[in-house]
């Protein structure tokens, strides 16, 4: 590394894109994943639909008991 950067020049902000999306990511257990893409698989449709399904379910499940 240098002692010193020039940023005389520099942009502030310049990739800053405040309607950006933070997509994070999510790391399953291998015999979960392993199950659940047997199952996308076997329905015809995409892991992340699957996933994402469930878990609405899920959420319906848990605000329907409140």
Same mark, same amino acid.
């Given at each position: 590394? *240098?002692e010193? $950067?020039d940023? !005389? *020049? #520099?942009? *502030?902000g310049k990739f800053?894109?405040?309607? +950006?999306? %933070?997509? %994070?990511?999510? $790391?399953l257990d &291998?015999?979960? /994943? &392993? $199950?659940?893409?047997e199952? #996308?698989r !076997?329905k015809g @449709? #995409? /892991?992340? #639909? /699957?996933? &994402?399904? %469930?878990l *609405?379910?899920?959420? +319906? /499940?848990?605000e329907? @008991?409140?």
């Open positions: 590394m *240098r010193e $950067y940023f !005389s *020049r #520099a942009e *502030r800053h894109r405040p309607d +950006a999306e %933070l997509h %994070l990511p999510v $790391y &291998n015999d979960v /994943l &392993n $199950y659940f893409e199952r #996308a !076997s @449709v #995409a /892991l992340t #639909a /699957l996933i &994402n399904d %469930l *609405r379910k899920d959420i +319906a /499940l848990i329907g @008991v409140k």
